[in-house]
């Protein structure tokens, strides 16, 4: 599977995709429909073909497609939708990796509609109902969940949101290198530095890309 790139330029973004199970989580909330609230305010009130247009949903969907495109042949993948849930898009447990498979989770991936609010809870839970371990993860989110173990209803403080997340790594099992991709939301200024953390901690890499990458 193959993705085109715009340009010559090359960018040195620390991502390496390897082993021999890999998980993508992309984080499928209402948040990913803009990089400010207004905008997303704005755009979760239009029709559901204008709210998959949304650039930063757009950005997240050729980001998953590049992610895809290096997985390595003969290895088995999984693609997990997330916000106050989390299930694969395609399939159940883990899928051998091949075009078929990957252009399936690429268009099911296109009919959801961000939505709701976010739990990492729920996608470390989904990552460990895999069974076998993965090798890899890779966590494409915008900012802090907004969401616990159980889902709730309300404002959401940043000491919430900060201890929501800390609560879902114990969700996470021991071993996979968490790699991060950061399209930063506004007014969430704790995000970089937890997700870097988390990276760090589990050997994976954090990346806050610039807006033309992929």
């Known amino acids: ?51 998959r247009n949304a650039a930063k949903w757009k950005r997240a969907l050729a980001a998953v497609d590049w992610l895809t495109s ?7 993948f999984q693609l997990i939708a997330f916000n106050e849930t989390a299930k694969p ?23 959801i509609v961000p939505s709701g609010g976010t739990s990492l809870h729920a996608a470390f839970g989904a990552v460990s109902a895999l069974g076998a371990p993965a090798d890899q993860v890779f966590l494409l989110t915008d900012g802090l969940p907004t969401q616990g173990a159980a889902p ?6 940043a000491r919430q949101r900060l201890a929501h997340f800390n609560d879902a790594l114990r969700n996470l099992k021991k071993g996979p290198a968490v790699n991060v991709i950061l ?6 200024p704790q995000a970089a530095g937890a997700f870097w953390q988390l990276a760090r901690a589990t050997d994976g890499a954090y990346l806050a890309p610039s807006k033309d990458w992929p």
């Open 1 to 51: 599977r193959e993705i085109a790139g715009d340009g010559t330029r090359q960018y040195l973004s620390g991502l390496s995709v390897t082993g021999h199970r890999v998980v993508i989580l992309v984080d499928t909330s209402a948040s990913m429909l803009g990089y400010t609230i207004l905008d997303v305010i704005r755009t979760r009130n239009l029709d559901e073909a204008t709210q």
């Open 70 to 76: 290096q997985l390595p042949s003969g290895g088995q």
């Open 89 to 111: 898009v395609t399939g159940s447990g883990w899928q051998l990796v091949g075009k078929a498979k990957l252009d399936d989770a690429a268009r099911a991936l296109r009919a």
């Open 152 to 157: 709730k209803t309300g404002a959401v403080s």
């Open 183 to 188: 399209l930063p939301m506004e007014g969430d």
